[in-house]
Structure formats: structure tokens, C-alpha cells
């Protein structure tokens, strides 16, 4: 079976064992793996008034994170846009309310004391948000996407580079 056929049942989910082991036992390995790979997540608690909420992001697939981060280029002047690469607090705004996973099981991506938002529901809130809260956002959603995946990746490189 040519591989592009291959790779499209792979995406579909709908690929044998025995063929994905004709694409390369170890790349179908790691696409099995990438599939069954949970998304990260974390949050943090605000006041409005004298109401507390917990805020709590989903890690949206790394395609769909770096075409996020992509359309939010860094803002002239702001040193922490320029640090990470993005226009943070633009990223928070938009940030979808839920998001293909790499298995594509659709999930919600933010979610106001465990409960999924609607899209204009989040937009609204967002542009409340004080500034405490708005770069306490802004670190969750650098945290998900960017330094736990890069820790992990570090722990794992460096047990395996041990254990050889």
C-alpha cells in the first residue's frame, strides 16, 4: 500500500497493525503513541469581587498552538512578547474554547470552575480579565504548551541517555 494511502488511514484510525508496521515499525510506534497521549492541563484561580473561579486550560495539538501563536506576533515594546514569541495576552483572547486533540476527539480547551465556556462567552470574559489575571492566563497556556512538553522531553532524553 503506497504510503500516502497509509498515512490517510492512519489519520482516519482506521489502519491495521500489520499496515502501519509496513510504513515502519517505528514511526507507526510513535504515531500510536502520539494518539494515545493525553493533553496536558492547568489553570489558576481569580476574584471577581468577592467570587473566586478556578480557570483551567486544555493543551490544544502543537499544529494548532503554533498557528495560534502565529497569527499574534509579538507587541512592539512588550519584553515578555518578545521572550516567548507571541503576543501573549492576544493569544489568551483568542485562545479556542475547544480543539482537535491528535486523536481528534473534539475536547473543551477552557473550562470556568470545570465547566466547558461557549466561544462568545470566553471572548467576553477575556477582555475583563484584570491584569493579574490576564498574565496568569498568558503563563498557564506558556506552561501547557511550551515548558512542561520541553521538561518532559528533557527527563525523558536524559533516563534513556542514562540507562544505555
Not at 476574584?47 to 478556578?54: F, Q, S
Not at 515578555?80 to 480543539?99: I, K, L, M, Q, T
Request: proline fraction near 6%; charge should be negative.
Amino acid at each position: 500500500m503506497p504510503i500516502d494511502q497509509l498515512i490517510e488511514k492512519m489519520r482516519a484510525g482506521n489502519a491495521p497493525a500489520d499496515e502501519a508496521s509496513e510504513a515502519g515499525s517505528r514511526i507507526g510506534e510513535l504515531i500510536a503513541l502520539a494518539r494515545e497521549a493525553a493533553p496536558d492541563r492547568d489553570g489558576f484561580e481569580i476574584a471577581v469581587g468577592d467570587v473566586v473561579a478556578r480557570i483551567e486550560f486544555v493543551q490544544l495539538a502543537g499544529a494548532r498552538w503554533c498557528d495560534l501563536t502565529a497569527v499574534s506576533p509579538p507587541r512592539k515594546g512588550s519584553t515578555h512578547d518578545f521572550a516567548v514569541g507571541y503576543d501573549s495576552h492576544a493569544v489568551v483572547r483568542n485562545y479556542p474554547v475547544e480543539s482537535a486533540w491528535v486523536n481528534g476527539e473534539t475536547v473543551p480547551t477552557v473550562l470556568v470552575d470545570g465547566e466547558p465556556v461557549a466561544a462568545e462567552v470566553w471572548a467576553e470574559f477575556a477582555g475583563l480579565l484584570d491584569g493579574p489575571a490576564l498574565e496568569d492566563a498568558a503563563t498557564v497556556l506558556w506552561v501547557i504548551h511550551e515548558s512542561k512538553p520541553r521538561a518532559r522531553r528533557a527527563e525523558v532524553v536524559k533516563a534513556k541517555g542514562a540507562g544505555q
